[in-house]
């Protein structure tokens, strides 16, 4: 019998517990890149290898290997950095990233443009700060996302705190990380095995595909909790104290343009937990998707796969089985959006907190508007904490009325304005794409501003400038901006076209269904300026865009992962 | 019949010599035996003496010669070329000529020549010669011997482009006077386009030096007393009086988008089995003007309309170099005060630092006819780069890797003149006029089992590129170690791709680089130098030569200190120690540097 399990399953198994030959690949110095099975190693570890894509045309010619470089993410969970970190962060954008530091959908710091002389010390300057990037990428437990500001409620602090939790107990426990990255000495390859290193949790397979977990505390889904593998909605009783959570499971964005047999999917809520118990069920939902996950087709391999193969059902038994204990019933909970609210705000305990729109996460300085600067010198004032949002945007909490002031004139010194953009940038998210990632078949970050700039002439004419309206685009349809969740989302197909996809719930509750094929700017201005012209005029009280566009028919309501395909009817 | 040749135990030699003798006889053929007694003939007739055993006879009769010694200091080898010239010339004229390079030079020995012509370059701003600078630096020493007796004649070659120009020629001469010495010539400084001025100073000086008589020498010398410095007969085809017409075949500036350098890979192409360089050799190329700066020259001297001027001026005339026999010219032409001011004391090092031609006239504008300007300038002269290619692994062709120069001073944008006619006006398939420099002290060990260690940054991995080449195609076993240093890895890793290649093939060993912009500290070739010393000290054990290419003050000077102390460690003493030991290997051929 063959064995037919796919090749990451090999390169895991034979990699001495992610160790392959990384460190040996860092000292070859007349390449910027390291071996191909290494590549996918060191997603583990944190870091994808990427290239310039913008001068890959150039780079032959010139006889030069293509531009390598290294993406590094922070693993952050819940998702807050002190002043001192933020400084320390900033200073590696600059020392050794392309000067910006990016802000992901996933609430955590990726830095682009790494060269390989500069992994390790970049790996070191972030251990500086007390922040690692292991199991920030690969087969793993990702970044624990917990959104929000966990100032303004105790059930928003626990939440961060069981973020933590789960991020610590859903470790690797592999020392590769250090051997490489720290010690940067008598590192250990494949066949050299130092220290003996056991994965309790994980083996030396870990996980079939990445599963990520997110805490969301409603009636703000600023996590798009139904977006990942493991969601925990917090329940609270009628005076707002924390008594348990509800149990998401089975949900994800990626899937592969024609294949319908891979589909975006949200998650179902499979039950409910105590405070207690919360550690313990992300622990077995993930030891079961490590043993019933498909290690075959990595495409199928996802949780969300999992459970449609399975059915919520006999995978809520064996989740109870490992646990030695029934789930509770889920409980009655509501979101009412996905964004994040823009703008100064007072906490309970009268502390102001700013939410400070980030376009795409990316913070760096242009001619006019000095973020990062900006950032930095609010940093540098210290006595406030920043945490990173799910949507790409960074909260300056505990800010004292002193303080505000001074907030307020650094933003200003540095043209950065709180809140003028319209509703739809405002709740905007896109990947990063070109020219880094590897996925990418069209521009991302670098052309929704300027699409929204033209939509915003549609909102002008129709009155809607100020209406929070969800739009997210994506390079490819693997999802990292989550597109499918947006009321209008874009997944790149091929340099300059898009695939339009409308009718996501503006709570995160429904995905959305494809509009329209290989449309490009001017074309997609064209479909939607008539449609939020119609939106403007007939929406009913309080109806959201995404809703809407059901009502009137303009596409059908796609009810779980498996209709994502049906029911299409294109422009 | 085949008698063992062996020498009988009662020859006049001691018992060793007997067996040595023995052991190179018994293996020599015939023509090796018939060519050693000639040999052996030839020296004695050459050094005037008859043989004393009177078993071999003379094979021609022995004339009076007269001694001469053509010593040279040289630095990209116009005064080693001529040297090696006058040797043969003189050689005709019955001259007793030896050849003698001032870095191998004895100055003792030196002064008690009887005849002494010298061919001395000055490099940079009035400095001997790196490879001349110890014998120098004896020379002008109060411990100088006396020079009572020697007659000499000195050929200074500089560049009028330096304030000081000719200052070391000018040095020795009067050193010489001054040591008792007698001048049988006055010496001439020659800039760039030297070739056919020394061709005559150099007849003359002979003809001054001549014996008695100077009837044609029919003995076949041999030179025995000084071993020729190098191969005479490598003279090139294609020199920078006779340049070929070559095809630009490609043309691409190396450095990736984003990067701060220009650095273009040129292939020439040359239709002509005469074309024959080997790595390590520079290339010559004759530029053209940029017509933007010719116009503004024409406009500040109110010839702007002439437009045949403006192609001369393009194609034929230096347009940039600032030099003081021009300024001089330019007073007295014009009769300006205020420009003669400029050749007094230090003056003119202050006006013409990062100035031009074209500062002069615009700052002191004179109407002048195309002759007068013209008569001003001096010929457009070639600029020489190291080869980039072996000729074996590209025949009939031949690769440079130009920086391309650009600056701004004193609010104009200035160009290189060659590097961006090449950037700029170049095309490929495009012709330019391209001529080939022997580098008789930089090159590749005739033994390919030798490992080499080449240090370069920048354009001064150029020549690498070349050995390389031709170590791959000769099938060479000895082990190569790179270090290259540049700016930054992504964007000015030159020939990133094709050293990859040669490190998969095995035809480089090693390789490391040392990229000062991409972190925090810079760190240059240096660098990686002292930190790999250990086994770069096993390589030297091993028989390593060495090898430095590009900038002096920004890479050369600095390698050479680093290469100074590593050495010292191993001799257990301070840097001077080690410096005697690079001086050592450099005797030995075995440091060799070519920096600009």
């Known amino acids: 019998m063959t064995d037919k399990r796919s090749k990451n399953e090999f390169l895991k198994e034979e990699s001495h517990f992610l160790r392959g030959t990384i460190a040996d690949g860092l000292s070859h110095v007349e390449t910027g890149a390291i071996a191909d099975d290494d590549t996918q190693l060191i997603k583990f570890h944190g870091s994808y290898m990427q290239d310039d894509r913008d001068v890959r045309g150039e780079r032959a010619k010139k006889k030069l290997e293509k531009a390598f470089s290294f993406m590094i993410r922070l693993r952050l969970p819940g998702g807050l950095v002190s002043p001192d970190q933020w400084l320390k962060l900033d200073d590696i954008a600059g020392t050794y990233a392309n000067g910006s530091l990016r802000l992901t959908t996933r609430a955590t710091f990726q830095y682009h443009g790494v060269i390989k002389s500069n992994l390790r010390r970049t790996m070191q300057a972030i251990n500086g700060a007390c922040l690692d990037t292991i199991a920030a990428c690969g087969d793993v437990n990702r970044n624990v996302m917990c959104v929000g500001n966990p100032f303004v409620s105790p059930v928003h602090a626990a939440a961060g705190d069981l973020a933590r939790k789960i991020s610590d107990h859903l470790l690797p426990k592999t020392s590769a990380y250090h051997e490489i990255w720290l010690e940067g000495e008598k590192v250990a390859d494949m066949t050299r095995p130092a220290v003996p290193d056991t994965e309790p949790l994980y083996g030396v397979h870990y996980l079939p595909r990445k599963f990520k977990v997110v805490i969301a505390v409603p009636p703000h889904n600023d996590g798009d909790v139904f977006a990942h593998d493991l969601g925990f909605i917090a329940i609270t009783d009628a005076k707002g104290a924390l008594v348990g959570w509800n149990v998401s499971v089975g949900g994800g964005m990626g899937m592969t343009h024609g294949e319908t047999d891979t589909f975006p999917r949200t998650g179902d809520v499979m039950g409910f937990c105590t405070p207690e118990q919360a550690v313990d069920v992300a622990e077995k939902v993930m030891l079961v998707q490590r043993d019933w996950g498909n290690r075959e087709l990595r495409k199928n391999a996802r949780l969300k796969y999992t459970i449609e193969r399975f059915g919520i059902e006999k995978f809520r038994a064996e989740v109870e089985s490992r646990l030695g204990y029934k789930l509770g019933e889920a409980r009655p909970f509501k979101f009412t959006s996905m964004g994040d609210p823009i703008g100064w705000y007072q906490g309970p305990d009268k502390k102001w907190h700013l939410g400070l729109f980030i376009e795409n996460g990316r913070i760096k300085d242009t001619p006019d508007h000095h973020l990062r600067t900006a950032i930095r010198e609010i940093a540098e004032a210290g006595g406030v904490t920043f945490s990173i949002t799910g949507n790409q945007n960074v909260i300056i909490c505990n800010v004292s009325a002193k303080q505000k002031t001074k907030i307020e004139q650094i933003l200003k010194a540095n043209g950065i304005a709180i809140a003028t953009s319209s509703g739809m940038r405002r709740n905007s998210i896109s990947c990063v794409a070109l020219p880094t990632c590897a996925l990418a078949l069209a521009e991302s970050e670098r052309f929704l501003p300027e699409l929204i700039t033209a939509l915003e002439d549609s909102l002008d004419k129709a009155g809607l400038r100020d209406d929070d309206i969800v739009i997210r685009m994506t390079g490819c349809p693997n999802g990292c901006g989550r597109p499918y969740m947006a009321e209008i989302g874009f997944v790149g197909r091929a340099p300059g076209l898009y695939n339009l996809y409308l009718g996501a719930a503006f709570d995160g509750t429904r995905l959305n269904k494809l509009y329209a094929q290989d449309v490009g700017k001017a074309r997609i201005v064209e479909l939607l300026d008539p449609l939020l012209a119609r939106y403007a005029k007939e929406r009913n009280e309080g109806e959201r865009f995404g809703d809407f566009v059901i009502r009137a028919g303009v596409v059908k309501p796609t009810l779980g992962g498996n209709s994502f395909h049906s029911d299409v009817t294109l422009a | ?596």
């Open chain 2, 1 to 596: 019949m085949t008698a063992v040749p062996f020498l009988p135990k009662n020859a006049p030699f001691t018992a060793e010599e007997i067996n040595l003798l023995n052991q190179l006889v018994q293996k020599s053929t015939p023509l090796q035996r018939s060519w050693l007694s000639g040999f052996l003939a030839g020296l004695d007739a050459a050094q005037g003496q008859s043989s004393a055993g009177a078993a071999i006879a003379p094979a021609a009769q022995a004339r009076p010669r007269q001694p001469l010694t053509i010593l040279y200091g040289s630095e990209s080898g116009n005064s080693e070329s001529l040297a090696l010239k006058t040797k043969k010339l003189a050689a005709k004229q019955n001259f007793d000529a030896k050849v003698v390079d001032m870095a191998d030079a004895d100055l003792a020995t030196i002064a008690k020549s009887k005849n002494l012509i010298v061919y001395i370059a000055t490099w940079g701003e009035g400095d001997p010669p790196q490879r001349a600078v110890d014998f120098h630096k004896a020379l002008m020493s109060d411990d100088a011997p006396r020079f009572d007796g020697v007659r000499f004649a000195v050929l200074a070659l500089g560049d009028t482009a330096y304030v000081n120009f000719c200052q070391t020629g000018k040095q020795i001469d009067a050193r010489l006077e001054a040591l008792g010495a007698t001048r049988v010539a006055d010496r001439e400084d020659l800039d760039l386009d030297f070739q056919k001025a020394a061709a005559a100073w150099t007849d003359k000086a002979l003809e001054v030096l001549a014996p008695a008589d100077t009837a044609p020498n029919t003995v076949v010398h041999v030179d025995f007393k000084g071993a020729p410095a190098a191969d005479e007969d490598d003279e090139p085809r294609f020199t920078a009086e006779n340049p070929i017409e070559a095809e630009i075949s490609a043309l691409i500036n190396l450095n990736g988008t984003g990067s701060t350098r220009e650095t273009w890979h040129a292939e020439f192409a040359v239709d002509d089995p005469g074309f024959v360089y080997k790595p390590g050799d520079a290339i010559g190329l004759y530029p053209e003007n940029d017509p933007e700066l010719a116009g503004d020259l024409l406009k500040a001297v109110g010839l702007e309309s002439d437009a045949a001027l403006k192609q001369k001026l393009v194609h034929s005339f230096d347009i940039t170099t600032l030099s003081r026999p021009l300024v001089d010219g330019y007073a007295k032409l014009t009769g300006r005060k205020d420009v003669a001011k400029l050749l007094e004391d230090g003056e003119l090092a202050r006006f013409s630092a990062d100035r031009q031609l074209v500062d002069l006239f615009e700052s002191f504008p004179e109407k002048l006819s195309a002759d007068q300007f013209v008569k001003l300038l001096r010929p457009l002269p070639g600029r020489l780069y190291s080869v980039a290619s072996s000729l074996k692994a590209h025949p009939g062709e031949a690769h440079l890797l130009v920086g391309a120069v650009r600056w701004t001073s004193h609010g104009r944008t200035r160009k290189g003149v060659t590097s961006t006619y090449l950037a700029d006006r170049c095309k490929t398939g495009g012709k330019a006029r391209v001529y080939i420099k022997p580098n008789r002290h930089f090159g590749l060990p005739a033994d390919g089992d030798r490992p080499i260690i080449m240090i370069g940054a920048g354009t001064g991995v150029a020549p690498y590129r070349g050995f390389i080449e031709e170590r791959a195609e000769n099938g060479d076993k000895g082990k190569s170690w790179l270090f290259f240093g540049e700016r930054n890895f992504s964007y000015d890793f030159l020939y990133q791709l094709e050293w990859q290649d040669h490190l998969a093939s095995g035809a480089l060993s090693r390789i490391d680089v040392a990229f000062s912009r991409d972190q925090p500290e810079k760190i240059y070739v240096q660098t990686r130098l002292w930190e790999r010393r250990e086994e770069l000290l096993k390589w030297l054990d091993e028989g390593a030569h060495i090898y430095v290419c590009g900038d002096e003050k920004g890479m050369a000077k600095d390698v050479d200190t680093t290469l100074a102390k590593i050495l010292a460690e191993t001799a257990k003493g301070d840097e001077e120690a080690g410096r005697a030991k690079l001086k050592e290997l450099t005797k030995a051929g075995r440091y060799q540097r070519d920096v600009y």
